[in-house]
């Protein structure tokens, strides 16, 4: 029986790999090595052992690696100790693959372990564009893998001209997707947000339209993190309607967001936001498809958002190149073309529904693929 | 005044970028940060740290990062190691630019130390093509670096399809060959290799024709790694030919080369064969253009004794996808094979010179390059 | 002129060996080497940056080194990483002499590593009994260290009983005291709290009385710290007297502490307390010494209010075996003996001052030892 | 069934334990977890991997954490990298009592990890006196430890004094004695050394009487270390009577030894000499007894050749403090008091055997405690 391995280091990589995930562990081929580490682990970023242990899968490992200090330096070391961890993790469980989901920081350590210790490694979501560190890491990943299960058409010719053997590049959609097709199927709130996770602010009623907002630091951008966060703060106070906000993720810069939260909170009048650290993907995919639109620069406003419909505004440099649909308008980090876009949405009708991250069967596609692809370790460059 | 850090990991990459440090050394516009870290510090792979110090090179800081083991495990967590001391070394020296040279496993932890600081990152000998994790590795540090300072017309058309800006990339030349031209100005040996070097096994007239072996474990093959050496060497115990023979370098697999080279000793007779650890760059070269030819997989073959015009019989895969020149005989692990391609090149006449890797002015471009480039440590995808 | 090399893991112990290091600062023959580490440079554990620097002293370097998590496996973890850290520290700057300061998890590490490089230690405040992993740590540093700069007269006993040199050990009194010392000259209050630290919560009448509460969580007995914490908020909601709160240090089980802490807010009327991350070491004192009494864990309560003469109620094991004066009522973790004892306190007339734990000139006495005494760094067992 | 875990860091740890292991694999109310790390992996220290498994033993993990350099900072480093380590070992292993074996600098680690874990920790052989940096680890990990299973009676009462609770320090005896009692039943060599170890140098005849030395550096005195195996070295070939040497431990200062062999051996006659690696310690008991002596500073010269009445020459300062019965002769690094200590012995009857470090039984008494002794993390100082 095959021995999938999949680390997932951030609430986040859970949520999109998630129904990959259910599919691995429902097939009788295939026993599921699930593990957990970083973020996803810790409190203050949305443990996700709890969501795990309701979808019903099994942790085989966790693995605390963050550094704490929320800087350059401590992003690096943060990767350091996760290859230096993840390395025995692996030589206890010997997988016959890795999975590594996307590009934050952290996950090259995995890909690093994974091809050192000569396990066939497949990556996730490889060959898209961003701003920011993420862009390097997401490629030298690439670099790294054996197999590459893309979101995209566009996402595999650009894996493929970086060099890698065409019949290792996948075209599976987005799991993420997945979920969002799920919703779509019956998709009106089944449950009360502020009952089910509490957060703190104001209760509104959600009847009367709201937004949702999540605004991650970006890493080269560190030391605008707190101005950046701010005018989205002013702009959803301008705006005046009903938002839920999301914490942001565990990175360099996201204390100086959650300072920028806090300090705003002290000084103005928030009572429109109520703020959620996070929540179950399915309650949140279905909170964006009821919402009006969705403010910030989350790569859900492209993907999930892109195949529900749902308006979004993009804000700065952090999703700068990705593929986008026709729901997304993009702004810079300023109140007042934040709150021009807003606008703008509240006023058009709903965008279509648009397949561009895929079409609702990716995780079971990944999980047929991680199951029965012929596996192995070595490659060179095709040119 | 710019701050050029440059990170050393082993022997033979000190030998490689050399001519460039003493560049760099010499411009008045460049403070050198020389960082020496890995086996480089270690006395049984060849400590570089007198050899610095005799080219008048001082140490900005060492790095004590090899976990002993030798083993696939170990490589990987040497390297997380390595990420988090270099971290730290970067944090103190706060370098305006970072080097890292070629593609030996520990190299990553350079290159994510600086890309993560947000330090600019050049990349010395990107592009090129091998077999083995090295692979892997080199290709990552290139999606990883921001300069790419290449070697071959070849390897920069490679870097460029991988999707890095041809703005960012120039061909140098490898600057291992600057030491090549010098030494082809006035090749007679000028020094005797058993006085100067000591070694172990006999000592035999020069005059009369010697052989060099050089032969590295080989990652991917590390379970081999005793058979393969015990085939060379009865090659060359089957040829005959006084023989120098060099330790291997430290490397998952380099315990079991050097447990096959001794137990040869202790079962055969090896009375043509003298071993040495180490020699000074220089005088290695002079040995080399002196000497009948060289057997192995070292890069040296393919590189330095292209341009000096000696042959060469390159083994198994490790040197693969490199570019090579009229002096290359390939020959698979197999000791009739090894000394077929010996005696071949002995009944041939000499190979020309060839320019393949480089001019002899590699090290002064280097130094121009790094002392000059406008500096940015974000990029993107050129397509 | 000889170096001092003072490494700070955490706010309460920058408080404790504050006027050491302004009495080192200030001393001819001394260079001061201020290392600033672990909880003391994370923000969420009161950063004590910022109050060096008002304190006009600065830092040598700082190091990295809580692994988040906050359980037992990240302590022990946090304490290798910063025994790694640390002793690239003491390699660059070479100190003469290493302090480290009372007990924490992590200052094992600064003992470790300099014992271990050969430079002579100088350990603050052995020889005391607690309960807790501090109990085990205190004793095995002092097995480390080469100097031993006690607190009472007790302790150095109990250092020398345990086999130490009495020619090394020293009553020098514990320097906290001194900053008492000093504000008892001119006890009343000179700052609003409320302005000049935020935090949150009721803001009430200084004048009419108030309590403190500082309770950290105990390791030995972590499961315990949410039901522990509760305990103390109903005894304080019950008394119903206006009371500061300050958040615990970082600690494993700290995380469930801040929880039960959050978790009442929400579920009670807590509108007498208002919340601190921290306060700055002079003001946190003149705040004590104005208060009706201080309730919790801490060793404050103990140290300095002993010599404020300020009602203290211990609760639980964790300062079980400290020296004590008059002001002290033990209690177990009980709501009904908590605020029994709070009742009693505030009926009774206010206790002496007690110079059990010094004489207010323990900062210049360790200062003089640190720059005078002759250093050696090997020793043996006196029996 | 309790689960008791021992880790060995080093091969003369696992030669003094190995009877206590042997105990705990045949009871039945015990499952061993035996953690094999550091310098007991590698080849060049002697790896025990393979004796182990020829004991029948099983091996519940192994942890590689030499960080290579062999100097202070990497002994550092070393222990550090070796917490982190074994924290995540005693995690995933959960052991209901931890084992840790005398004094060497890295099994801090292992004393450590257990204490912050927990885990309640046995310490094998505290309570003795010796000169060097093993003197402060010693004890400190007594007052880490919640049971000390000691040699001797004197080490008994030190331990005791040091404030241990009395009814938790026992006298087992060393369980090395065990081994030497077994080869005293019948002690006549049954082996050829040369055939089954091989080693390098001269082949001699074991009837005509034969030496073994046993020589490490000396952390404190590591400067010194290739003067001080210099002259014993020189001592041995004054002598001029054949023998047995055997390699140091991976230690600061033993490459340094190392090399001050390789150097002599090159410019000496060692003609006399026959070096080893190491040897099942069965066979190197049996190979002292039959010998006339055996020299360095080597604590089996102390504790196992008292037992069996050996004659020991006991160089320099690392065994200073221990007890020590009529078999010892100290001298100091020097030459002639080395040579002239041989002499002496050899003009001499053998001494009498001296139950002084045990009675034959430790294994079996420590492996009683282990399984039965009530359990408990939590301890006080008794004064």
């Known amino acids: 029986m095959r021995k999938v391995c999949v680390v997932v280091t951030a609430r986040p990589s859970y949520s999109r790999i998630r129904t990959a995930l259910l599919a691995l562990r429902d097939r009788q081929d295939v026993e599921l090595q699930l593990v957990v580490a970083a973020s996803a682990l810790l409190d203050r970023f949305g443990n996700v052992v709890k969501v795990i242990k309701e979808d019903g899968l099994e942790i085989a490992d966790k693995v605390y690696m963050v550094l704490e200090g929320e800087n350059l330096v401590t992003s690096a070391k943060t990767t350091g100790l996760g290859l230096m961890e993840l ?73 493929i001209r970086m060099g890698e053997d065409p019949g290792t590049v996948f075209v599976t959609g987005c ?54 966060v701010t005018e989205t703060l002013l702009a959803i106070q301008d705006v005046g309607m009903p938002t839920f906000w999301f914490w942001p993720n565990v990175d360099a810069g996201s204390e100086d967001t959650s300072k920028g939260i806090r300090a705003f909170r002290e000084l103005n009048d928030s009572r429109n936001i109520h703020f959620f650290k996070n929540m ?15 403010v910030g620069n989350s790569s859900v406003a492209i993907r999930e958002c892109s195949y529900l419909g749902v308006p979004a505004v993009n804000i700065g440099s952090r999703e700068g190149g990705r593929e986008r649909g026709k729901n997304v308008l ?41 199951a029965t692809l012929p596996l192995k370790f070595q490659k060179r460059l095709t040119y």
């Open 280 to 294: 179950h993907p399915e309650d949140f995919l279905r909170l964006l498809y009821n919402s009006k639109g969705i």
């Open 87 to 159: 390395s025995t993790v692996f030589d206890n469980l010997k997988p016959d693959v890795v999975v590594t989901i996307a590009d934050r920081y952290e996950t090259i350590a995995t890909a690093i372990a994974a091809a050192y210790m000569n396990i066939p490694l497949a990556h996730i979501q490889g060959g898209e564009i961003t701003g920011s560190i993420d862009e390097k890491v997401r490629h030298a990943i690439t670099k790294l893998a054996d197999f590459h299960l893309v979101a995209t058409k566009k996402a595999a010719e650009r894996v």
């Open 330 to 370: 993009d702004v810079s980090y300023d109140r007042a073309e934040i709150s021009a876009a807003i606008r703008q949405h509240l006023n058009n009708t709903r965008p279509e529904n648009d397949m561009l991250y895929g079409n609702g069967q990716a995780g079971i596609q990944i999980a047929e693929l991680l």
């Open 175 to 228: 799991p993420s997707i997945d979920i969002a097709a799920q919703i779509m199927q019956a998709p009106a709130m089944n449950f009360n947000p502020f009952e089910k996770y509490g957060g703190v602010g104001t209760q509104f009623d959600l009847e009367k339209g709201y937004l949702v907002v999540m605004q991650h630091p970006v890493t080269t951008e560190m030391k605008e993190a707190r101005h950046h």
